[in-house]
């Protein structure tokens, strides 16, 4: 047996060129396969087993060795097939001698971490990120994060997050790309490509884990983990695709979700993780169950014991235990008593060895662990300005009356007001999930301002309160200095603690003291700048109403006070773009652009249609809305046919022309509606982006091509088809500000 094991190493070791993993939607060399399947033969149930089983280390902390007795005795039994949350280059070196020199199969073990936004170098978080729509540089912010992930012994990221999010209330909202999916879907591709690289086996590639399978986004009234009911049109149509795309982006690995859909919970859904996902999509990658899911389907109550908790997981296709540990302790015998077919842990085990195959690590099991790339890579200034360009990319701007930003850097006096302005909340900037080793990365907004001015300016600062506390109010201090001053920036919104997983809220405004601080700066009649920052669309009605000037800043990473310093003063004319509606109140959730007529669309004064009495129906900022420092004009929307076949494409075009004072960039969005179909379709649907930059005066030409499946739906026999009529095009700034036009498609 030893020999054995020992012929198949050195075959794996000099079958490098046979490993390249091309898509996870293809099975490796055939050689590799084979191989998969002797080293297989070879292992016991126990072994295998390990391979399932993931446990979590002493997560982030860097100073200490990172397993304790008990994990080492299982990390030698060969219990052990992947561990979460441990990092540094030394220590997973250390780890991986313990598998490969003490384990019987020497199988590499893998690291895996949540590497979300960033990893020291933080970069806005993803929501923030997607209202930058520029996949291109999403892609460069995750492929930062991808190097120094790797670079700290990881290999295996759990992002991206592509779980449509049309509920603020949800505090995961955060940590996706909004509420529409085609730009879901695009930013989904761009950060599986920038984690994976061009080629996975090269250094600074992470493997990508598009999460969490399926519409975790979609829990009822918005409360974590919270059941999920829809139809499967809904799925098919809006939360499934982005999964899909970060499939055919390359992403080898998929996390399974905490929440149930219609009775299934989605960890034990044979449907999602085999039917749809293995045999519909072709998925050849491993699915990890979300951490304790496998343990949660006792509390969903579809199992009665954890033996059987696993056996439903395993047998639906989920593949690695996230730290249950219920496949290593209770999956042995369930084989044994014959209650458990022992394919179907081969399977697994079989997909889990060509997710290590295809990352390389039976090549170099030691791919990540350097210890002076560590030290060169973090916190590199060449992963700080891409922070910074993107986090200056993220900022969108909501309000500007009478223009009064960009602030001119010769204004005399300002006073920098709120709890987010100063050093102290810095760690609050990065957002959730950012593990952020040392405030002194993040650069506050004090400091980012003060950067940008000289002597002649002085900055006046009180944080004017505590981010969530009522007590220790200091608005007096505050108004105060705002009185002194020519204009004020108060700099509000949520702590990191506030937003991201089981952080959901039923109250969106400003938090009670922060907007009571904001109320009476109000009243000294000084110019106003409101910067939130914030995880998740608020709710800002009386502040729309009252504020000139307002920027939705987001958490924006380590470069936050200088991107939003390269926004205030005008160094940058803000191009974000929201990625998500924003409610005028928490009673009008969910609200997202793409909704259906209804039987009584809403009709002004007429009280029999669909509408609220007490509010318009209509957002506070629609979807896709930002504005800039100068204008863009929109004419001459045209398309190259106005008629074309089911199977043909239709070109757009439309003319832009920056119609103010300054340069800057516009993000021209396409949406279309099939006016008339057998089941019902959206009023719009997002259907393309591009994001331009136009000098004073300049026009251009953007063009979009629609492709035959830009204009599908699933009909009754949930079949992807186009059908002949009319399609309404509209192209504009945002999701509520267009001009249109309208062409055919016929049999
Ligand atoms: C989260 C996942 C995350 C996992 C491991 C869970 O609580 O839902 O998104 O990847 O923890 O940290």
Redesign the pocket.
């Known amino acids: 047996m030893r020999k054995e094991i020992i012929k198949i190493f050195a075959v794996a070791f000099f079958a490098h060129g046979l490993l390249t993993a091309q898509s996870p939607t293809q099975l490796l060399s055939p050689h590799t396969e084979a191989k998969i399947d002797s080293i297989i033969k070879l292992m016991t149930i126990d072994e295998k087993l390990g391979q399932l089983n993931q446990i979590g280390g002493t997560w982030y902390d860097t100073k200490t060795e990172r397993l304790n007795e008990e994990q080492t005795a299982l990390l030698k039994a060969g219990s052990i097939g992947s561990f979460?949350?441990i990092n540094g280059a030394a220590e997973t070196g250390r780890i991986q001698r313990i598998a490969m020199e003490e384990t019987r199969m020497k199988i590499p073990v893998m690291f895996g971490a949540?590497i979300i936004h960033g990893f020291r170098t933080i970069t806005p978080i993803p929501l923030a990120e997607a209202s930058s729509w520029n996949p291109e540089l999403v892609e460069r912010s995750a492929r930062i994060a991808a190097i120094e992930g790797a670079a700290a012994g990881v290999h295996w990221n759990?992002a991206p997050?592509v779980d449509i999010a049309r509920d603020p209330r949800w505090g995961r909202i955060a940590e996706g790309s909004g509420e529409d999916v085609f730009l879901g879907s695009a930013m989904a591709a761009a950060r599986v490509k920038g984690f994976q690289g061009k080629n996975l086996l090269e250094y600074g590639s992470l493997l990508a884990c598009a999460?969490?399978f399926a519409a975790y986004g979609g829990a009822e009234a918005g409360r974590d983990y919270n059941t999920v009911d829809m139809s499967e049109r809904s799925l098919r149509e809006i939360y499934f695709p982005p999964y899909k795309a970060a499939i055919d982006a390359g992403a080898w690995t998929l996390?399974s979700a905490?929440n149930e859909i219609g009775g299934v919970p989605s960890s034990g859904s044979h449907w999602l993780m085999t039917d749809l996902l293995r045999k519909e999509w072709g998925f050849k990658g491993l699915v990890v169950s979300?951490?304790t899911a496998i343990m949660e389907l006792l509390n969903h109550r579809i199992a009665k014991d954890s033996t059987e908790a696993g056996i439903v997981g395993l047998s639906a296709g989920v593949d690695i235990d996230?730290v249950s540990r219920i496949y290593i302790y209770k999956l042995a015998e369930a084989v044994r008593s014959g209650k458990l077919s022992e394919e179907i842990v081969n399977e697994a085990v079989r997909r889990v060895l060509r997710v290590k195959f295809a990352y390389g690590l039976f090549n170099d099991p030691y791919r990540n662990a350097k210890p002076e790339k560590e030290k060169e890579l973090l916190l590199h200034k060449d992963h700080r300005a891409v922070a910074r360009e993107i986090a200056r990319q993220s900022i969108v701007l909501l309000k500007n009356e009478k223009s009064i930003l960009p602030l001119s850097t010769s204004t005399k006096k300002i006073a920098l007001i709120g709890p987010l302005a100063g050093k102290e909340h810095r760690r609050d900037l990065a957002g959730a999930w950012a593990w952020v080793q040392n405030p002194d990365d993040v650069v506050s907004v004090i400091e980012g301002i003060a950067s940008k001015l000289s002597s002649q300016t002085k900055v006046l600062y009180d944080k004017g309160c505590e981010i969530e506390s009522d007590s220790g109010s200091r608005i007096s201090q505050a108004v105060k200095l705002a009185k002194q001053s020519d204009v004020v920036i108060a700099v509000l919104g949520e702590s990191q603690h506030v937003s991201g997983?089981a952080a959901s809220k039923t109250d969106l405004d400003l938090p009670f003291m922060q907007k009571e601080l904001l109320k009476a700066l109000h009243k000294t009649g000084k110019p106003i700048v409101l910067v939130v920052m914030n995880g998740r669309p608020l709710t800002l009605q009386w502040e729309a109403d009252n504020i000139p000037a307002i920027v939705e800043a987001w958490h924006l990473g380590v470069e936050t006070g200088n991107a939003l310093a390269d926004v205030l003063f005008g160094d940058y004319n803000p191009s974000g773009k929201l990625p998500v509606t924003f409610p005028r109140s928490v009673g009008q959730i969910p609200i997202y652009y793409n909704h259906k007529s209804t039987g009584r669309p809403m009709v002004e004064k007429d009280k029999y249609t669909s509408r609220y009495l007490d509010s318009p129906n209509s957002p506070l900022y629609p979807f896709g809305f930002g504005l800039s420092y100068t204008t863009f004009s929109y004419s001459n929307v045209k398309v190259s046919s106005s008629s074309i076949k089911k199977d043909q494409k239709i070109n757009v075009s439309v003319d832009i022309g920056n119609s103010g004072k300054r340069s800057g960039e516009e993000v021209v969005q396409l949406y279309i509606r099939d006016d008339v179909a057998t089941v019902t379709r959206p009023v719009k649907e997002l259907k393309g982006f591009k994001k331009i930059s136009l000098n004073t005066g300049e026009k251009k030409t953007v063009e979009f091509t629609l492709m035959p499946d830009d204009l599908s739906f699933y009909n009754l026999d949930m079949k992807k088809v186009v059908e002949p009529g009319t399609f309404t095009v509209f192209v504009g700034g945002n999701s509520a500000d267009y001009i249109e036009t309208k062409f055919e498609v016929v049999e």
Do not use: I, T, V
């Open positions: 979460l949350g949540d759990y997050m999460k969490h996390m905490f979300d951490y996230m997983e």
